[in-house]
């Protein structure tokens, strides 16, 4: 699927984000970002569910009067 | 892979190999002496030990406790303040409280004396003694180190604690152990100035787990684990972030790298001499 529109997809990025520096920092930085909170996002629900039961928020519950 | 190759890697592996192995077995041979270096502790499951694995924090709390019940008459724990304790084994109202249960020296007030103030959590782990003199005097000579640190100050870590505390046994026969002192094999020269302290059901839980010897000591050797690296939990988080992200770079930047010189190393140099070119003149 991609191997179809590289040419397409290439020239697209190339010519809108990457031919004027001020394109490209700006991609730079929102992709940096956007991927920052996808990455950490995922990578803490899935530590979160691999240490369920262990961590102090898990066990909290018996023991804060609300 | 010609033969050479093959004979020539083996002989190299076969070197190396035995050369690591007979310098291992040299250095750690056995010989007469070997009381001095304390029995090698056995490798106890405790979860923080695994690679990527994390503290129970459940047992960090009943170790705490039992650290107050039993080890802080002797032993202090100064680096670690009431406030550490704050979501990580206690809430904030549970730790205000016991911090209030003890007296701290305070001052100067306005009259310029010292006062005795209820503690709070900015104070560090009251002291069992005011300074190491006080604690020889009261333990014979012998001074409880601090524990804050102890399982990363100790050859062998958390196995080395928990197996000291729970191997308190009769020395062998034609051992005599100095009046004052108690065998255990764990403790290098095999005399200790500690007595056993951990007995099953010296600590009461709360939430009700057993209180064999082995959990008790289970829980404060955690603990200590914790008071000693308080940062083991999200550092190990942080270290599994790294290697994703790092290994991921890594592996584009050589598929780059070779990428972008695919065209250099692939290119043909061809030369073409003229027809003339072996003809003499």
């Known amino acids: 699927m991609v191997g179809y529109f590289?040419?397409?997809?290439?020239?697209?990025?190339?010519?809108?984000?990457?031919?004027?520096?001020?394109?490209?920092?700006?991609?730079?930085?929102?992709?940096?970002?956007?991927?920052?909170?996808?990455?950490?996002?995922?990578?803490?629900?899935?530590?979160?569910?691999?240490?369920?039961?262990?961590?102090?928020?898990?066990?909290?519950?018996r023991y804060v009067q609300n | 892979l010609?033969?050479?190759?093959?004979?020539?890697?083996?002989?190299?592996?076969?070197?190396?190999?035995s050369g690591a192995s007979l310098y291992y077995l040299n250095q750690n041979a056995a010989h007469a002496n070997m009381e001095a270096e304390g029995l090698h502790p056995a490798d106890h499951p405790f979860p923080q030990k695994k690679l990527f694995g994390t503290f129970d924090h459940a047992s960090i709390r009943r170790g705490f406790h039992v650290f107050k019940e039993v080890c802080s008459a002797c032993h202090s724990l100064d680096l670690v303040y009431w406030r550490n304790l704050v979501d990580v084994a206690y809430s904030e109202e549970e730790t205000r409280v016991m911090a209030a249960e003890y007296e701290y020296r305070d001052g100067p007030n306005d009259n310029g004396d010292m006062f005795d103030r209820p503690g709070k959590l900015v104070d560090p782990m009251p002291r069992p003694y005011a300074n190491e003199e006080a604690a020889r005097a009261a333990n014979a000579g012998a001074y409880p180190p601090d524990l804050s640190l102890i399982t990363k100050a100790r050859h062998g870590g958390?196995?080395?604690i928990y197996s000291l505390l729970t191997g308190y046994c009769d020395p062998p026969a034609g051992?005599?152990?100095?009046?004052?002192?108690?065998?255990?094999?764990?403790?290098?020269?095999?005399?200790?100035?500690?007595?056993?302290?951990?007995?099953?059901?010296?600590?009461?839980?709360?939430?009700?787990?057993?209180?064999?010897?082995?959990?008790?000591?289970?829980?404060?050797?955690?603990?200590?684990?914790?008071?000693?690296?308080?940062?083991?939990?999200?550092?190990?988080?942080?270290?599994?972030?790294?290697?994703?992200?790092?290994?991921?770079?890594?592996?584009?930047?050589?598929?780059?790298?070779?990428?972008?010189?695919?065209?250099?190393?692939?290119?043909?140099?061809?030369?073409?001499?003229?027809?003339?070119?072996?003809?003499?003149?």
């Not at chain 1, 803490?44 to 519950?61: C, E, H, M």
């Not at chain 2, 010609?2 to 190999?17: D, P």
């Open chain 1, 6 to 61: 590289t040419r397409a997809v290439s020239s697209f990025t190339y010519r809108n984000f990457f031919k004027k520096e001020s394109t490209y920092f700006t991609a730079i930085v929102v992709t940096g970002v956007g991927f920052s909170i996808v990455f950490n996002t995922a990578f803490d629900k899935y530590w979160n569910n691999k240490t369920a039961g262990t961590k102090w928020v898990d066990i909290k519950d």
């Open chain 2, 158 to 160: 958390v196995d080395y």
């Open chain 2, 2 to 17: 010609s033969a050479h190759n093959v004979l020539l890697g083996a002989s190299v592996a076969t070197a190396l190999g």
């Open chain 2, 175 to 281: 051992v005599k152990v100095q009046e004052g002192l108690h065998y255990n094999p764990y403790f290098p020269g095999g005399a200790i100035a500690m007595a056993q302290n951990i007995f099953d059901g010296v600590v009461e839980f709360e939430d009700g787990t057993p209180n064999t010897a082995a959990q008790i000591t289970k829980d404060v050797v955690t603990f200590l684990n914790w008071a000693a690296e308080p940062e083991l939990d999200d550092r190990k988080k942080i270290g599994v972030k790294a290697i994703l992200l790092f290994s991921t770079l890594t592996a584009l930047a050589l598929w780059i790298k070779r990428n972008r010189w695919q065209t250099l190393k692939t290119r043909k140099i061809v030369f073409n001499p003229p027809k003339n070119w072996n003809a003499k003149k």
